[in-house]
């Protein structure tokens, strides 16, 4: 491919593989062709019987073209071939026929493979980011900043088999991220770890996407739709569908879809053809309901039943939603701040109360909120903005807000030395149930132009509670439900027995 702009290209690649009768004739299969391939025809021990085995394509002609920089997801059920051929693109695996060419160098993003548990952390860096490519300069310069990326600490000079797998997922990553590659795949990694692994490592995903190729494989399309701009979805080891991340994602639902309803009503045709074996026969009738029902509940009764709190909504205050004030700084504070590399000023504490005035990391969708943060300013901050946002596992903003958007545009001004508090009050949406992380901001410009102050990426991890299913990221917290069932003609089916 030379110097163009093309990273892996694929042309006719299939996979076959043998399914034997049984294990004696696939020992015996090898070792005849290897005898008849040394013995003269006439000397040979017979026919090779191919009808002992059976063939399996587990991909099928597959042609495809990734450009450099360009995020790709491949989709499918379990079998179709997507693993396969993340394989094959990563070395790993040989095709039967067609070639791959890749231009760069290419890594499976796979955390714990490669670590050898009767090793210490320490060790299993030196020998993983050697097998990785990473010269033995290079893992000497980079092994500090590993250890530290970990964060296992004095367990780095254990043996791995002491790990826990979240401890073994964190050491794996670490070095992941150490190493140079053009092409990144992962296979369904994003499944293990704590929500400040995985946050990190979205981080480290989103900024590789800036100038690499990533491929992922994935069962969940959220998933593909947050991390991917392009979508293969594979089927019995073709190519079904290529194209945009939304349309190939889409497509492939509604194919779902289609499937568990077309086995539904194969299931439900069963039923009825079996009842009819056994004498059960099946009559349709109208009948006139000469009653109506109307079902009402209150948002306190829909509170209850889905587990979540129910907004005041009497006497509500039209104040912007976030209140700031500035106060004398107190010199003593500079101090008890940890040490971060800051721009002019700093993030000095934060806290999360509920109604109770109670430090909360715990909650459930509809309660009611306060999220404060207190910054100090080391220079004067002309247009100072504090906000906050709320990210999903995946590293997906949910929810966010600033001091700024929530006053309409108030300017908030500190001179150095000056501490400003803000102060955010809101109504906590009905999120799925799982960790989110909180991250904190201080910036100084407007929404377009934010130089940084300071930011705190993983200030809080939250843990939402909220039962019940959601459909999306998050849920709405219903106010009233009315369900009217109106007097008229009903189909009942109703069934005797012959």
Not at 14 to 26: G, T
Request: hydrophobic letters at 40%; glycine letters at 8%; a negative charge.
């Amino acid at each position: 491919m030379g110097t163009s702009n093309v990273a892996i290209h694929i042309d006719g690649v299939s996979k076959i593989y043998r399914l034997w009768d049984n294990p004696k004739a696939r020992l015996a299969y090898p070792f005849r062709r290897a005898v008849n391939a040394l013995l003269p025809k006439q000397l040979q021990l017979g026919p090779i019987l191919k009808n002992q085995f059976r063939e399996f394509y587990a991909l099928q002609e597959i042609s495809l073209t990734i450009r450099k920089g360009e995020s790709w997801g491949f989709i499918g059920v379990n079998g179709s071939g997507k693993s396969t051929l993340l394989k094959i693109i990563s070395g790993n695996l040989r095709p039967s026929s067609g070639c791959v060419e890749i231009e760069g160098k290419t890594a499976i993003l796979d955390y714990s493979s490669g670590l050898n548990g009767e090793f210490t952390g320490r060790a299993n860096i030196l020998h993983k980011a050697t097998l990785l490519g990473l010269t033995q300069r290079e893992v000497e310069d980079r092994l500090e900043s590993i250890i530290e990326f970990a964060e296992i600490g004095e367990f780095i000079d254990q043996p791995v088999k002491t790990y826990s797998s979240g401890m073994a997922a964190r050491l794996g990553f670490a070095i992941m991220a150490h190493v140079d590659v053009d092409i990144m795949i992962t296979d369904e990694a994003l499944a293990v770890g704590d929500a400040f692994f995985v946050q990190k490592c979205m981080r480290h995903i989103h900024n590789f996407l800036n100038h690499g190729t990533f491929l992922f494989v994935s069962h969940s399309i959220n998933d593909v739709l947050t991390l991917c701009d392009n979508v293969v979805w594979l089927e019995r080891g073709y190519i079904k569908q290529v194209g945009s991340a939304k349309v190939v994602c889409h497509a492939y639902m509604d194919s779902l879809l289609r499937r568990n309803d077309d086995a539904f009503y194969q299931e439900r045709q069963y039923q009825n053809t079996r009842d009819d074996d056994e004498g059960i026969s099946s009559e349709t009738s109208l009948k006139t309901d000469g009653s109506s029902q109307f079902l009402s509940l209150s948002a306190e009764q829909i509170a209850s039943l889905k587990n979540h709190f129910r907004p005041k909504l009497t006497n509500i205050n039209y104040e912007p939603s976030a209140r700031f004030q500035i106060i004398e700084s107190d010199k003593s504070i500079f101090g008890l701040v940890e040490k971060r590399t800051m721009h002019g000023g700093r993030i000095i504490s934060a806290e999360i109360l509920n109604d109770f005035d109670s430090s909360v990391t715990v909650f459930y969708g509809g309660e009611s909120i306060r999220v404060i943060v207190r910054v100090i300013a080391e220079r004067e901050v002309k247009k100072a903005l504090i906000g906050f946002q709320l990210f999903n596992r995946l590293g997906l903003a949910i929810i966010g807000e600033n001091n700024n958007l929530a006053s309409g545009g108030e300017i908030l001004s500190i001179e150095p030395g000056e501490v400003a508090s803000v102060t955010f009050k809101f109504v906590m949406p009905a999120l799925a149930a799982g960790e989110y992380i909180l991250r904190l901001a201080f910036h100084d410009g407007g929404e377009v132009d934010l130089p940084v102050i300071d930011v705190l990426e993983d200030a809080f991890r939250l843990q939402c509670l909220t039962t019940g299913e959601r459909h999306g990221l998050a849920g709405i917290i219903l106010l009233g439900l009315d369900v009217k069932k109106e007097s008229g003609l009903k189909i009942l089916n109703q069934k005797k027995i012959c």
